[in-house]
């Protein structure tokens, strides 16, 4: 049986990405599709938007350290717009390199949302497609409890694109991603007046 590809995988995340690269320079025939940006969720909404925000808070306390070594500035202003656009600059500059890589490697991308209709055939902008392999490369989302209020509440990822700094935010969990995110809002422009991180675990207060 012929197909149209020797691989197709659903979703460009940095393992779906990879996975394409890689196969096509075994001399396969690839696709990938993908419903959003390129590059999965460490460099368009994870690691990489969370570090330049992380980057961001460092500079208030580094410019009042400084006075101890002998440099002096004059008080300065924080615009937390200019640092999202800034960000968001950044983003769509990696996903336009995600996509020249896959376009240079010979892969072919499909942007729109893919389902798998058989062990051979997927489905992706109103059209089937078959392939010998299917690969399912699509990661995961936030999850958000079903706690009383949760429709007033936001995940990690509308974290990372708010259009204005909040004054107050309690956080909902310990890990790391709720760690550097309480952090971010609480040192960035030192806007946020109280921020509260919630260890569901441990059911303490920090």
């Known amino acids: 049986m012929e197909f149209d ?7 460009a995340g940095s393992g779906g990405v990879r ?12 696709a990938i599709a993908e419903d ?5 969720t ?8 969370k570090k330049l925000l992380v980057y961001a808070s460092h500079f208030p306390h580094e410019v009042e350290d400084a006075a101890g070594y002998g440099w002096s ?20 500059r990696l996903n336009a390199v995600c ?8 892969v072919r991308l499909y942007n729109g949302r893919a389902t798998v209709v058989d062990a051979h055939t997927v ?54 991603i709720a760690v550097d995110v309480c952090r971010n809002f609480r040192r960035t422009g030192r806007a946020s007046r109280s921020v509260a991180s919630w260890n569901t675990d441990s059911a303490r207060l920090r």
Request: proline share 5%.
């Open 42 to 49: 460490c460099v368009m909404r994870g690691c990489i938007p």
């Open 123 to 176: 489905e992706v902008l109103g059209q089937q497609v078959s392939a010998r392999h299917i690969a399912i490369a699509t990661g995961a989302r936030p999850m958000l409890p079903a706690i009383p209020g949760i429709e007033h509440a936001i995940s990690s990822d509308e974290a990372l694109d708010l259009v204005h700094l909040p004054k107050n935010i309690a956080i909902v969990g310990g890990g790391y």
């Open 36 to 40: 959003s940006r390129v590059g999965g």
């Open 99 to 106: 996509i020249t890589l896959l376009g240079k490697s010979g």
């Open 19 to 30: 996975l394409s690269r890689t196969a096509t320079s075994y001399g396969a025939r690839v």
């Open 73 to 92: 500035y004059a008080p300065g202003t924080f615009s937390w717009s200019t640092l999202i656009e800034g960000k968001n600059r950044e983003i769509a």
């Open 5 to 11: 590809y020797d691989l197709f995988v659903i979703g």
